[in-house]
């Protein structure tokens, strides 16, 4: 019965939920570590882990509700929060936005920080996922349904630009990536993608170009503010690949977030020095946030920064896996592939930050890094991925019925059809034969389930 209970309560695929919960229990573990400036400063040492855990439990009772959803209340609901979205946005642009870190990208709601950033990138992928599924079942056109994508996506992502460039960014590739995945024709994203590598090249070579005294100059034009900063990170960047620095002439206190990092990776080996014995994390600034990958490497070693890599490598594998088994539906493998786009290329982009692969910038590591809307909303974002989970299971279920009919009637003679019996799909087959049908099928779904369906 306390089996049965269990089931119930955690629908969807299981490997997802070992993924979920592998990510938080290191997520606490490092964060409550990463934390101790935070907590030398206020004298209270469980403090700054409650508030994360608080956002944790948080996300993960909205993450409970929304794996039950049926996909069409997702199609309801981005109806209501892409526009809010679009307002948050302009509301952040405006000037009421919240600065932290010399960047605006939070608001404020009864003294709640809200980033609607966060919100705009699952409002975007949902649409996105609507559209091509209309364009999938003939419905619009292919030119249309790029044409609307890129208007809705690139909105959003020029609202997003001002003051998160990195964001507006890699929502930018995931959006064409999803494209991808939906079969696109090609020649409207190769055209997309050489317009954004022209774009990308001319912007380089003008912030690498311009002097300090005119990147503070139109840092200080609307909209622009970011400007000075974006070409410290980039001449930084490319001053490492391209000159010899040495150790005695590097600065690291002008270049404390590349150097803490460097020395945290460096000094750690095959296994670390163990949970809660990180140096770094006391001159790394957002050590629990944008750096937190720096301080796992340095305290789990390279088994540790491996194990979180595959963490999330297993996750888009899995819901490929998982897409799969749609027959009929278009949206939700479209709307699971595109999720598990999202959150696996802003992991990746936070660790190539961490090791120096790419040049800084905030975007924290999902479901690990201490955060506030960026946590919950990426619990909801899990949330969806199980719920279209769920309803694989069930479609593959029913295709598999079928399936057996159809085989059952073409088995028997046509004067005898009428009397032919379906095979009944619930009998007791052997536990051996169970396991060896599950590990081919790569599906380790609960017989709970199975029986229901």
Not at 159 to 172: G, K, R, V, Y
């Amino acid at each position: 019965m306390g089996e049965k209970k269990y089931t119930r309560l955690f629908q969807g695929d299981p490997v997802i939920w070992v993924i979920f919960f592998a990510l938080c229990g290191i997520s606490l573990i490092e964060v409550f570590s990463a934390t101790s400036m935070l907590t030398y400063k206020s004298g209270d040492y469980l403090r700054p882990i409650s508030g994360h855990a608080a956002m944790l439990g948080a996300g993960f009772l909205l993450m409970m509700v929304v794996q039950f959803m049926p996909s069409r209340i997702y199609r309801i609901l981005v109806m209501i929060f892409y526009p809010l979205s679009i307002l948050t946005l302009l509301l952040m642009l405006a000037g009421v936005g919240v600065q932290i870190n010399g960047a605006s990208r939070w608001i404020s709601i009864a003294g709640i920080h809200i980033q609607p950033s966060e919100f705009g990138k699952g409002s975007v992928i949902v649409s996105e996922a609507i559209l091509i599924s209309q364009y999938l079942n003939g419905v619009i056109s292919a030119k249309t349904t790029f044409k609307w994508i890129m208007i809705m996506g690139g909105l959003v992502c020029a609202l997003i630009l001002p003051e998160n460039f990195s964001t507006a960014a890699l929502l930018l590739a995931d959006i064409l990536a999803v494209m991808i995945v939906g079969k696109i024709p090609l020649k409207y994203i190769g055209t997309t993608l050489g317009v954004m590598a022209i774009v990308g090249a001319t912007g380089f070579f003008v912030l690498t170009g311009m002097s300090d005294s005119t990147a503070a100059s139109i840092s200080k034009l609307p909209g622009c503010k970011r400007v000075a900063t974006w070409r410290a990170r980039l001449e930084t960047k490319v001053s490492e690949t391209t000159k010899t620095v040495n150790p005695d002439d590097f600065d690291i206190d002008e270049n404390s977030q590349i150097g803490h990092s460097s020395i945290a990776i460096a000094t750690s080996n095959i296994i670390g020095k163990g949970p809660g014995h990180s140096v770094q994390r006391d001159f790394l600034p957002q050590a629990y946030s944008d750096f937190i990958y720096s301080v796992i490497v340095e305290e789990w070693g390279l088994i540790g920064a491996v194990f979180v890599v595959m963490l999330y490598l297993i996750l888009l594998v899995r819901v490929g896996y998982i897409t799969k088994r749609f027959r009929n539906s278009t949206f939700e493998p479209i709307l699971a592939m595109g999720l598990a786009i999202l959150l696996v290329s802003q992991a990746m982009l936070n660790m190539m930050v961490a090791t120096g692969l790419f040049p800084v910038t905030g975007q924290p590591l999902p479901l690990i890094s201490r955060g506030g809307t960026s946590t919950i909303v990426n619990c909801v974002y899990m949330g969806m991925i199980l719920s279209v989970s769920r309803i694989s299971k069930r479609e593959a279920a029913s295709a598999a019925k079928a399936a057996a009919r159809k085989a059952a009637a073409a088995a028997v003679p046509a004067g005898d059809a009428g009397d032919a019996a379906v095979p009944d799909t619930n009998e007791e087959i052997p536990p051996a034969e169970v396991t060896a049908r599950e590990i081919a099928a790569a599906d380790f779904g609960d017989e709970d389930e199975k029986e229901s369906t």
